[in-house]
């Protein structure tokens, strides 16, 4: 098993290639390069294992055994998930068990949202794979191998990155977002972790000039090889492997309580395509399962699914479900390539060059359009639904009015759960369960739940949202660094002198 791009411009790599590189060098992203199935009588083997041991299974069949032994990659998953709050992971909970309404929450881990399910798995998966590179040397020998991981989050992400990475031996991480445009909460999430290779920093500026800063660092290639920059960001392959998990252990939850023939439709609020591409592949593995994806009103893929067009817009849409406010979805570009694969192209070079040519127009004129095959595919493949503020206000309030008194959706759990909604209302198969992926505790973006509960009799952000231990968060210590411009000329000092103090300890 290797990986090649999603536009054939380079050489298949390894595993632990494709996680330590994320991009491939031709721009494309890193795809299994054979189409692998469950064992046959998966459904009824499988079916009692625990979170950990069906991640244990499922990440074999894409990660040989001679890169990470079975021993070791066990030990990975237990180290991962010993973080989260509950033995399940990520359990299952009734929204309305009358209607067929279900969560996963995904939430549980180290810094209360889904991104942690994979980012806890990346970060033990750097430092093991650093860790076998440099034995044998010295912890001051200079051809120790490392990474400098450079990030830039307007909140969400960055936490899940830090708290994946915190306290990994050869592994630094920086991580820049907008001064003061990030939510208390938030802030003191990346700020409170102390760990020397942690190392937040503000900058003037937005999180555009924030993004296009990494960008310009990855581009610098002195500074580059120098430092060995590394990202972790949502194309990272291990991320969207890690996610697939999920979708198998509810499945088999729902096989147990309703019966083997049970249908279910997992409803995937989306921004950058890697959540619900999880979901994606774990439909190619077998498990029969339908997927529908969630957008707010940056609806890139809804409107692909809709007219076979990816357009993009020229602004992104500040919305109240601010992690999936994107301009395009980066990870779609992996599910093209298979569509192209299963349709119109009649070889994997010949599908990559697809890929690559509609990657090109869209860089070039901010569209294209598939053929009418592929768009059929795809639009047989996924649902799509698409949810505004307003909808997604409504849609808390009725939940905690309504159908779970006193339970508080975040707002992109919202957006799928509306989206659940029209696709029930749809539907003529009254059986089918549908489950929404509950990406995030409501407590990290407390503007759009109270804006949504204001009002409600007997609500309080403190006493139903607000988990303990974001309490004693808001006092503890914090440690940031203040960029005084954003330039990259400064950040790259930064990043420097916090290097060589590293060293020093
Ligand atoms: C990142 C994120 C999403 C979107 O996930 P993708 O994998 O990018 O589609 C949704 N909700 C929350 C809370 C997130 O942090």
Request: hydrophobic share 40%; aromatic share 12%.
């Amino acid at each position: 098993m290797k990986y090649f791009s999603t536009r054939s411009g380079c050489d298949a790599v390894s595993f632990e290639h494709a996680v330590i590189a994320g991009l491939a060098p031709d721009g494309g992203l890193y795809i299994p390069s054979e189409s692998i199935q469950a064992p046959s009588d998966f459904l009824t083997a499988w079916k009692d294992l625990t979170f950990q041991q069906l991640a244990a299974e499922i990440f074999s069949l894409y990660i040989p055994e001679s890169e990470v032994p079975r021993a070791d990659l066990e030990d990975l998953i237990a180290k991962s998930y010993s973080t989260f709050k509950v033995p399940e992971v990520t359990p299952v909970r009734a929204l309305n068990a009358d209607k067929n309404q279900y969560l996963l929450e995904l939430f549980h881990g180290p810094t209360y949202a889904f991104k942690d399910v994979a980012l806890q798995f990346v970060g033990n998966l750097f430092e093991y794979f650093l860790t076998r590179r440099n034995v044998g040397k010295a912890a001051d020998a200079l051809d120790r191998e490392k990474i400098t991981v450079i990030g830039a989050t307007s909140g969400d992400t960055g936490s899940a990155a830090i708290y994946g990475l915190r306290n990994k031996k050869d592994v630094s991480v920086f991580i820049l977002y907008p001064e003061g445009r990030v939510s208390p909460i938030q802030e003191q999430q990346m700020t409170t972790v102390l760990d020397p290779n942690v190392h937040t920093i503000t900058v003037p500026g937005t999180f555009d000039d924030c993004q296009d800063l990494v960008k310009q660092m990855f581009a610098d290639k002195e500074f580059n090889s120098k430092y060995h920059v590394g990202a972790v960001n949502s194309i990272n392959w291990a991320r969207i492997l890690a996610q697939i998990t999920y979708y198998f252990a509810s499945y088999f939850q729902f096989a147990k309580t309703k019966g083997s023939d049970v249908k279910v439709k997992y409803v995937v609020p989306t921004g950058n395509f890697g959540d619900i591409l999880a979901g994606f592949y774990a439909e190619k593995l077998g498990l029969p399962i339908e997927l529908t994806v969630a957008t707010n009103a940056n609806d890139i893929l809804y409107r692909f699914f809709k007219s076979g067009a990816y357009t993009k817009e020229n602004e992104v849409h500040a919305t109240l479900s601010p992690a999936m406010d994107i301009i395009v979805s980066s990870n779609f570009e992996r599910f093209l390539w298979h569509a192209a694969r299963s349709t119109v192209a009649k070889s994997d070079t010949e599908a990559g060059s697809l890929v690559k040519q509609w990657m090109d127009e869209l860089k070039a004129t901010g569209s294209f359009r598939v053929p009418s095959e592929v768009h059929k595919l795809a639009s047989s493949t996924f649902g799509a639904q698409h949810t505004n503020d307003k909808t997604t206000k409504t849609t808390i309030a009725k939940v905690y009015n309504e159908y779970c008194p006193n339970y508080v959706l975040d707002p992109h759990t919202a957006v799928g759960v509306n989206a659940a909604w029209l696709e029930q209302e749809a539907d003529a198969d009254k059986h089918k369960v549908y489950v929404t992926l509950s990406t995030a505790h409501p407590a990290k973006f407390s503007e759009a739940v109270n804006e949504a509960l204001v009002g409600v009799k007997g609500y309080s952000f403190e006493n139903d949202v607000l988990p303990d231990e974001f309490k004693v968060m808001m006092q503890a210590k914090t440690k940031k660094i203040k960029a005084n411009s954003s330039e990259k000329a400064e950040i790259q000092q930064i990043v420097v002198s916090e290097l060589a103090k590293e060293q020093q300890l």
